[in-house]
Structures are given as structure tokens and as C-alpha cells.
């Protein structure tokens, strides 16, 4: 069945450094695919998205890039801010059921 | 804008006990959905309705009940509390099946004893 993989944690970088969380995913036909934050105690909210190959999401200085021929969809940042501290979870629209299939998570802490 | 409501939002209950955790959201979304989230496991799927009237079971459905009444409303029932059921309870919902992103409450944090 459909599944996502992403690096696992937690990521510890000082504040302005550039951070990459990798992702991978396996799905049959051709899904959309996200990423979503969450803050301590919170729910998840939507950070970026990407509906088909090549396409780029960016949301607050963050962006993913659709690679369907190497099947991934890493989360990049150029310049990190401690408010950036949270869990970042990667997702495709895949499941039989309309709903969402997530990674574990990948908890990054930014020090000043 | 309230978006997704989920309460209570803590719960502490001992085992065998019942409780209904509620979701309700004000964006006329007909797809809604339950997932529990456990460290290391990432968001797993409880249960989904496509609309009002209409419910389905998703990934991990045992030991919970749910049911569509309005389009509004998707309460989660706990039947008999087990330790397993501890966990972080997260309701969601989007415009339909195909059209994500899917909108997520803040959670419900419950720990059965």
C-alpha cells in the first residue's frame, strides 16, 4: 500500500542555519502530496503543498518540490528561526478511504 | 473563524469507563475523520464519514464508535476505556474525499489508567 518515509529526529540546528528533512513516498497513481507542522500542543496545520510532479510548494520560506522520478518531496529552509521549532510531517492524499497517510514526524528544535 | 472545534481537550479516565469526545466544524466540510497520533507512529485513521448519515471504518477502528448526525458534528465514542486507547484524539476535515488539505482541530489528549 501507499506509504510516506521521512527522516527521523529529532534535528537540533542553530538559529540561521539551512535545514533539509527528508522525504520519500510510495503510492500508486499519482497523489498530492504535503507538509504539515505542529507546534507543542496544537494541532497540525497545513505548511505546503504540491498537487502534481515538478510542482514547487513554498509557504514561509519554506518549499518542497514534487520529484516524481525520485519519488520525494524534502522540505527545505534556508534560514532557520528558533519560532520554527516544531514537528513537521510529510503526508500524501493516497488513502482508500480520502484520508491522509503520514510520516512519523520529524521534531526540529532550533537553538539560538 | 472556529474551524475545527475538538473538546474536551485533556481527559484522564479509568479503564472500563466510557466518554465521547467531540469534533464539530463550520465550513460545511462533508469529509471528516478521526485519527489517533502515538509517538513514533505517526497520525493512524480511527473511523471517516463522507457526509452526514454516512460512516466508515479506517485503520484502527476497534473499540471506538462514531456517527453523522448533522454535517456539522462527528463525535467519537470510547465504549470501554483500555490503556492502549491512550493517546492524542486529532478530528479532521476537508470539502470532500478528494479535495485535501484536510483542516485538523487542536486534539484531545487522553490517558486511560
Not at chain 1, 520554527?84 to 532550533?110: E, H, P, R, W
Not at chain 2, 471504518?57 to 473499540?63: I, K, M, R
Not at chain 2, 484524539?89 to 489508567?113: K, M, V, W
Request: with cysteine.
Amino acid at each position: 500500500g501507499d506509504s510516506v518515509t521521512q527522516m527521523e529526529g529529532p534535528v537540533t540546528l542553530s538559529e540561521e542555519a539551512f535545514l533539509t528533512i527528508n522525504c520519500t513516498y510510495t503510492a500508486t497513481g499519482y497523489p498530492s502530496l504535503f507538509w504539515y507542522v505542529q507546534y507543542p500542543g496544537e494541532g497540525l496545520q497545513l505548511l505546503l503543498k504540491a498537487t502534481k510532479a515538478d510542482d514547487k510548494g513554498s509557504n514561509k520560506g519554506f518549499e518542497a518540490t514534487y520529484r516524481k522520478e525520485t519519488t520525494s518531496f524534502h522540505l527545505e529552509k534556508g534560514s532557520v528561526q528558533v519560532s520554527d521549532s516544531a514537528v513537521y510531517f510529510c503526508a500524501l492524499s493516497g488513502g482508500s478511504q480520502g484520508n491522509l497517510i503520514f510520516g512519523k514526524g520529524t521534531k526540529l528544535s532550533v537553538k539560538p | 473563524n472556529a474551524g475545527v472545534t475538538q473538546t474536551p481537550k485533556f481527559q484522564v479516565l479509568k479503564t472500563g469507563q466510557s466518554m465521547t469526545l467531540q469534533c464539530a466544524q463550520d465550513m460545511n466540510h462533508e469529509y471528516m475523520s478521526w485519527y489517533r497520533q502515538d509517538p513514533g507512529m505517526g497520525l493512524r485513521l480511527i473511523h471517516y464519514s463522507v457526509g452526514a448519515g454516512i460512516t466508515d471504518q479506517g485503520e484502527v477502528p476497534n473499540g471506538y464508535n462514531v456517527s453523522r448526525s448533522t454535517t456539522e458534528d462527528f463525535p467519537l465514542r470510547l465504549l470501554s476505556a483500555a490503556p492502549s486507547q491512550t493517546s492524542v484524539y486529532f478530528c479532521a476535515s476537508s470539502q470532500d474525499r478528494e479535495n485535501q488539505p484536510q483542516h485538523f482541530g487542536d486534539g484531545t489528549r487522553l490517558s486511560i489508567l
